[in-house]
């Protein structure tokens, strides 16, 4: 473990070094891959240094011990115990740290959230986990930012597509992918039944301009008027965008804005991001089998959680953790839950590299 620390901590020295070359700073596509490389690595150099702390304390403790003085020989046991446990704290942490990492971790998501099966009831239930990721985002101060939305008359969503900015982003988001099941009786039903709807969710790392080369050649754009429930988002101008990759066949359309420009951007931000999925998809057909067999595919076909309100309880079937504690979780309290998923991909991680 100790020459693998080393080597990445010499290779973010080297990277340091680069990112203040001139000839570097003036190519800033190559830059940026530096500059993320070096980022993805700052928390186990930084962790390596302090656990390499800890062991020269230890040696000098060590050293104490064996002076005439009873004093001092009590003060080095003592301190030769506490940092006896955080080098084993460190040690695991460690471990943790250097278990191979989602080179999308650290990107910034599109979500889509569909009504599925339900009609109505499945329509609010989707603009529910629309608000409770965005009171997450929130909470951990990232930046939300609606792409596409399709209405209903009720107040809720057909269809919602949104940017969610901020540090480790998809390394949070990445394990809602997959379809939601809420049970519950909705406002409409006058007999009390309980109604089982479902909303899908995806989750998509933000592309950038150098990961995904798009050549205009291959794009079809239409415009057309937007329009939208109870007449929300209409207007007269053709300002909504509906962009088809012909090499793909991947569609993406928007019309939130009154613009035409900035639906055009917002569109390609989603086109990026799908085609990215579709790449690596492709291209890592073992990391998705890898995954699935931990904490779920991913895929937006999986049922992966139930949201019970008469029991007022929430289960994630993967883990199977249950939460009585439904509405603090709609409110975007989702730490429990993603944590949970995380600490159960690293143990899988960590077993996978014992066989």
């Excluded at 656990?51 to 009590?74: P, R």
């Excluded at 269809?159 to 900015?165: N, R, T």
């Excluded at 809602?176 to 519950?184: A, K, L, M, N, P």
């Excluded at 592309?207 to 291959?218: G, W």
């Amino acid at each position: 473990m100790l020459s693998k620390l080393d080597a990445i901590e010499q290779r973010y020295e080297e990277l340091t070094q680069l990112l203040s070359d001139p000839e570097i700073i003036s190519d800033q596509a190559t830059w940026q891959r530096h500059a993320r490389t070096q980022s993805g690595m700052t928390e186990i150099v930084e962790t390596y240094r302090t656990y390499k702390s800890v062991l020269q304390g230890i040696e000098d403790a060590k050293s104490m011990l064996e002076e005439d003085d009873a004093e001092i020989q009590e003060m080095a046991r003592l301190e030769l115990n506490e940092l006896t446990e955080k080098r084993e704290a460190l040690e695991k942490e460690l471990k943790i740290l250097l278990l191979p990492k989602d080179p999308n971790d650290e990107k910034n998501v599109i979500m889509e959230v569909r009504a599925g099966t339900g009609g109505e009831e499945a329509a609010l239930f989707a603009g529910d986990l629309y608000r409770m990721y965005s009171r997450f985002a929130d909470a951990q101060r990232w930046k939300t930012e609606v792409l596409s939305a399709n209405y209903t008359d009720i107040g809720g969503f057909k269809e919602v597509v949104f940017l969610i900015e901020g540090q480790g982003a998809y390394s949070k988001m990445k394990f809602e992918s997959g379809v939601h099941r809420v049970q519950r009786v909705p406002s409409t039903e006058s007999s009390g039944r309980i109604h089982t709807s479902a909303a899908t969710v995806a989750v998509l790392p933000e592309a950038e301009d150098v990961e995904i080369d798009i050549n205009p050649n291959d794009l079809r754009i239409d415009v057309f008027c937007a329009s939208g429930a109870g007449g929300q988002h209409v207007n007269r101008t053709e300002s909504a965008v509906r962009i088809t990759h012909l090499p793909s066949g991947v569609v993406v359309s928007c019309q939130d804005e009154k613009s035409q420009h900035k639906n055009r951007d917002k569109a390609m931000r989603v086109l990026r991001a799908r085609l990215l999925e579709k790449a690596q998809e492709e291209a890592h057909g073992e990391v998705a089998s890898a995954r699935k067999s931990m904490v779920g595919s991913g895929d937006r076909s999986e049922r992966i959680r139930t949201y019970n309100f008469p029991q007022g309880r929430v289960t994630d079937h993967r883990i199977g953790l249950t939460l009585h504690r439904l509405e603090a979780i709609l409110e975007g309290d989702l730490e429990e839950i993603i944590d949970g998923l995380i600490t159960t991909e690293q143990a899988e991680k960590m077993k996978a590299m014992e066989n």
